[in-house]
């Protein structure tokens, strides 16, 4: 048995987990800690410089309460994992340095873990998740959808032209008063509207490719909040046809590639309605358990125990953060 501890600071959100991994190659989550920052709701967006300060404030607290969940002191980790990117560079070093000074000290070996392998890694815990399979990341920063043929290989046959889905879920959220973070917000008052009631057409349609864009879907919603639809409605209709995008792309790279199993990850993973549509495909669909779809530090550690178990644990000290990671 071994436990991994896994620490992600790329953005907003200061995260540390503990996974283990079984003898058998199977991996649980022991510990998943994560302080939601909350000072930059005054500003409309996330301030890269106070990021990175509140990071370096919780990050210890956040650490010892993961240990605590876990039942372990720091002399039972095998192994330290921390995202090096992509993300603020300011907010990664915190959790890289961190970590890694935790595995020199220690005299742990380290993993420097891609952000993106950390949200596909989320869902690990499921026993049966073996590739080949499709991965798609819908989150705040990102919308990319993923062939894994095999361990440890990622290609990537899809992404947004411009938004990202989750943040056309913040921005439509915030132009028709719905509060932040928008995903909940749309989701919650989704429930009373009509998915009708705005015609917004499914973007990029007839496309032979596997692309997304949420740009066109953002200004259609404004015009229809002039125009007067009820934020009920908008929400409404606009979560609906996010869904659909997402799901009928996904299903078709599916279909062309002759996967059968789909991960599902990132922020927007959390969305009822984007859950319900992908199980009623004739897909496998996995998503992560709970409060791991967005950011946290289990996912990072599951991503680590799966380069252990892969055998392929071998970026070790030297990588630096970056805020581009292809
Ligand atoms: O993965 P995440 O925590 O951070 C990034 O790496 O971006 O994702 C955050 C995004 C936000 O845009 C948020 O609005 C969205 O995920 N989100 C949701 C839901 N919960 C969070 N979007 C739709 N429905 C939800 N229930
Ligand atoms: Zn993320």
Not at 36 to 49: F, I
Not at 66 to 87: C, F, I, M, N, Q
Not at 207 to 215: D, I, N, T, V
């Amino acid at each position: 048995m071994t436990l991994i501890l896994g620490i992600d600071t790329s953005c907003d959100d200061t995260g540390v987990g503990i996974a283990e991994l079984h003898p058998d190659g199977h991996v649980t989550v022991r510990a998943n800690r994560v302080w939601s920052q909350t000072v930059h709701a005054s500003y409309g967006g996330v301030m890269p410089e106070l990021a990175s300060r509140e990071h370096v404030e919780r990050i210890d607290a956040v650490m010892q309460d993961a240990l605590k969940e876990a039942d372990v002191t720091v002399h039972d980790l095998g192994a330290v994992a921390a995202t090096s990117g992509p993300g603020l560079v300011g907010a990664l070093l915190v959790g890289l340095m961190y970590g890694k000074g935790l595995a020199q000290g220690l005299d742990l070996p380290f993993h420097a873990t891609h952000h993106l392998e950390g949200h596909i890694f989320a869902a690990a815990s499921d026993a049966d998740l073996q590739p080949p399979y499709l991965a798609l990341v819908v989150s705040g920063g990102h919308t990319h959808l993923f062939d894994v043929p095999k361990e440890g290989q990622y290609d990537l046959v899809g992404a947004t032209r411009d938004d990202a889905a989750g943040e056309a879920f913040d921005k439509v959220a915030r132009l028709a008063g719905l509060g932040y973070p928008g995903g909940p917000a749309i989701s919650e008052a989704a429930r009373h509207g009509d998915p009708k009631a705005v015609p917004f057409k499914v973007p990029l349609a007839g496309q032979k490719g596997y692309e997304f864009s949420f740009s066109g879907l953002k200004t259609a919603a404004l015009l229809a909040h002039r125009a007067g639809a009820k934020p009920e409605d908008l929400a409404a209709s606009f979560q609906a046809v996010a869904v659909k995008s997402l799901v009928q792309t996904t299903t078709r790279a599916a279909r062309d590639l002759g996967r059968r199993t789909v991960v599902v990850s990132g922020g927007v993973a959390a969305n009822t309605a984007l859950r319900e549509a992908f199980q009623q495909t004739e897909l496998r669909v996995v998503f992560p358990g709970k409060g791991l779809n967005t950011d946290n530090g289990a996912m990072i550690a599951l991503a680590g125990a799966a380069a252990i178990r892969a055998g392929r644990l071998a970026h070790g000290l030297d990588d630096g953060a970056t805020a581009y990671a292809p």
